[in-house]
């Protein structure tokens, strides 16, 4: 049985998840571009910037964002439980 919700589901979700995977890549991509270019190197502010970055990123502890984590994998188990939920309920009989 054809159901437009569920259908409009399905595409929203693939169009969110697609989006948000573009959008992080770009990002990350720029930034990366932009700190490794050769000029970069020479300049003061620059190099005082990459070295931040990497002291920062280095000082980055799993345990002080434990529990951030801890969420969004609590919230996938959810939205997973949620989805399987939703395929045995579209495969029941009528």
Do not use: K, N
């Not at 409009?8 to 948000?20: P, S």
């Not at 990459?50 to 964002?65: D, S, T, W």
């Amino acid at each position: 049985m054809f159901d437009l919700f569920h259908l409009f589901r399905w595409l929203l979700g693939i169009v969110v998840t697609v989006y948000a995977t573009v959008i992080t890549i770009q990002s990350l991509w720029e930034w990366w571009v932009w700190l490794t270019r050769p000029e970069a190197g020479m300049e003061r502010p620059f190099s005082m910037l990459r070295r931040y970055v990497l002291v920062h990123g280095l000082r980055l502890r799993i345990i002080r964002f434990g529990g951030d984590l801890l969420v969004i994998v609590g919230l996938c188990v959810i939205f997973g439980l949620l989805m399987w939920a939703h395929a045995i309920v579209w495969s029941m009989p009528e």
